[in-house]
């Protein structure tokens, strides 16, 4: 199944049905009162987070959507049946967002959670309603309201405990493949993993958590270059980063200019992502002679004046896999626990994913607008994206 992880649709709630104009007629009965009914409530457009889905790719396809018209009133004082909702099925992690006003109208983080994104229209009221004392015979009759409209950006963050961050081929895909039941595609060529892989390690019975596996990144990554960055928005959910670096990369590049030029990549897409708890993870030691590893690995975290954890591994051979991985876990559960006992450092948590969650937002769309502008320049009558809605630039 193709990975999507961003879509525009738009939806459409439906009108209420308008209520009925109607007098009671029956034989003998000269004059019957009013018998108009009330229209049905429009449907609601609503999204419902499924968890079986790992992909927004269905939006790519369809992307109008409209929920059911109420129906109108009858006579009889019958009500009109109501519009039946829309539900839409996306992605657990699916953030909706408002294209209109750029407000994110909700986060589906829980299986089976819902958001109704555009409200169905309220029913008309029938004659009925309108009688009284001094107006036995009412003509009055009100008609639904029209349902609401959106244009809406659902974006798809994948979830995960743990990010893996690093180089093309510094060994990402192969660590995930060690330490989980994930089989993403390993091979010794850069850009192999074209979209985010997940994979639950589980360090001992009912001790996992999940991690990220995401494509490889390279200098200028935050302007667009190689796969571009819009890979790390899926590292925004995530509490722990870990940065491969390939410890003898076979083009003899320099590994601490490698893991320079990823923390610069990061802090330009977001400072608070840059900030984050980050692991050095020196993979491929395998590549060096054992007497000469320490020494290499040594000398590297100098170079770079790494002042946070640092680990060795193979993640070929798989040494060192597992101490890490036990550490892994150790960390993110002291972090829950943390987060659980401890309300204020849990509300400073949750401010800085928003912060990051911004940052990232506000860094995709600025490269998305220079994209817009650059195809301005060829093309006038370019739309925007490429879902056929016409942009109309303010002055
Ligand atoms: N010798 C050795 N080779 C490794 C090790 N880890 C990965 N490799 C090799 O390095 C190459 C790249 O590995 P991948 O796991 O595909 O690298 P990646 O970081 O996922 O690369 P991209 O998906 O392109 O970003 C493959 O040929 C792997 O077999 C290791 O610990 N030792
Ligand atoms: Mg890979």
């Known amino acids: ?52 889905l790992n992909t927004l790719v269905d939006y790519r396809y369809q992307r109008k959507y409209k929920a059911r018209t109420g129906e109108d009133g009858k006579g009889r004082n019958c009500s009109g049946r109501r519009g039946e909702d829309l539900t839409l099925n996306v992605p657990v992690g699916t953030t909706v967002v408002d294209r209109d006003t750029g407000e994110i109208l909700g986060d589906l983080t829980e299986p089976g959670e819902t958001l109704v994104v555009a409200q169905g229209g309220f029913h008309g009221l029938g004659n009925t309603r309108f009688k009284s004392s001094v107006n036995r015979a009412p003509r009055q009759t009100t008609e639904g309201t029209p349902g609401e409209s959106r244009d809406l950006r659902l974006e798809l963050k994948v979830l995960a405990d743990v990010g893996l961050v690093g180089m093309p081929n510094a060994g990402k895909s192969t660590f995930i493949r060690s330490v989980s039941a994930a089989r993403p595609k390993v091979a010794d060529y850069p850009f192999t993993t ?11 019975a009912h001790r996992s958590y999940v991690v990220a596996d995401i494509p490889g990144l390279i200098e200028g990554a935050a302007e667009g270059a190689g796969l571009g960055i819009q890979f790390l928005r899926h590292l925004v959910r995530t509490r722990l980063l870990l940065h491969l670096v390939d410890l ?30 980050r692991w050095l993870v020196i993979n491929k030691t395998d590549m060096v002679a054992p007497d000469e590893r320490d020494e ?46 401890d309300p204020e450092y849990a509300r400073q948590e949750a401010e800085r994913r928003q912060q990051m969650d911004d940052e990232a937002r506000a860094h995709i769309q600025a490269l998305r607008d220079a994209r817009r502008r650059d195809d301005d320049d060829d093309d006038d009558d370019s739309d925007d994206d490429d879902d056929g809605v016409e942009v109309i630039y303010a002055p």
Do not use: H, Y
């Open 1 to 52: 199944m193709k990975f999507v992880d961003e879509a525009t649709i738009t939806v459409q709630a439906g009108k209420g049905g308008n209520g009925c104009l109607s007098f009671r007629r029956e034989k003998f009965v000269a004059k019957g009162g009013p018998d108009g009914g009330d229209g049905g409530d429009g449907g609601s457009v609503m999204l419902r987070a499924d968890p079986d």
């Open 194 to 204: 074209l979209v985010p892989n997940l994979g639950v390690v589980s360090v001992e």
């Open 248 to 277: 003898a990369p076979w083009d003899e590049t320099d590994p601490a200019e490698s893991v320079r030029i990823i923390s610069g990549e990061l802090e330009r897409f977001s400072p608070t992502l840059a900030e984050r708890e």
């Open 296 to 341: 290499r690995c040594r000398k590297l975290v100098e170079e770079l004046g790494w002042e946070g954890p640092v680990f060795q591994i193979s993640a070929i051979s798989g040494e060192g896999v597992k101490e890490l991985s036990r550490e892994v876990m150790n960390w993110l559960e002291r972090q829950r626990e943390l987060e659980a006992e």
